[in-house]
Nanobody, 127 residues
Framework: QVQLLESGGGLVQSGDSLRLSCAAS????????MGWFRRAPGKEREFVAA????????DYAASVKGRFTISRDNAKNTVYLQMNILKPEDTAVYYC????????????????????WGQGTQVTVSS
């Protein structure tokens, strides 16, 4: 069982930056593929970014590519989402997700792939 705890959300203005963190429990974090998803009011949950367990392979949604960066620190059992040039349309609850994949360079953008989910952290971007 893995528990995920997101932090770092808040209220910012358009053009600002935020860094989200997701701390994971357990001793096998380095074998988990990690992802970030978000759900805006009235919309379906959507993929934001993912990072593989090894090799640092990443994937991004087209809407955030070039503005957001996902990274992980296996020594701290933490995955990050650096969000720059935030826009009002980035307003959403952001969720961290994980799935044990062993040491794999593959990333997944479908939420059906992920086993564990955090409670979410609210990001609000005002115009």
């Amino acid at each position: 069982q893995v528990q995920l705890l997101e932090s770092g959300g808040g209220l910012v203005q358009s053009g600002d930056s935020l860094r989200l963190s997701c701390a994971a429990s357990g001793r096998t974090f380095s074998t988990y593929t990690m992802g970030w998803f978000r759900r805006a009011p009235g919309k379906e949950r959507e993929f934001v970014a993912a990072v593989s367990s090894i090799s640092g392979t990443t994937d991004y949604a087209a809407s955030v590519k070039g503005r957001f960066t996902i990274s992980r620190d296996n020594a701290k059992n933490t995955v990050y989402l650096q969000m720059n040039i935030l826009k009002p349309e980035d307003t959403a609850v952001y969720y961290c997700a994980a799935r044990g994949t062993g040491y794999s360079p593959i990333v997944y953008s479908s939420d059906r792939f992920y086993t564990y989910w955090g409670q979410g952290t609210q990001v609000t971007v005002s115009s």
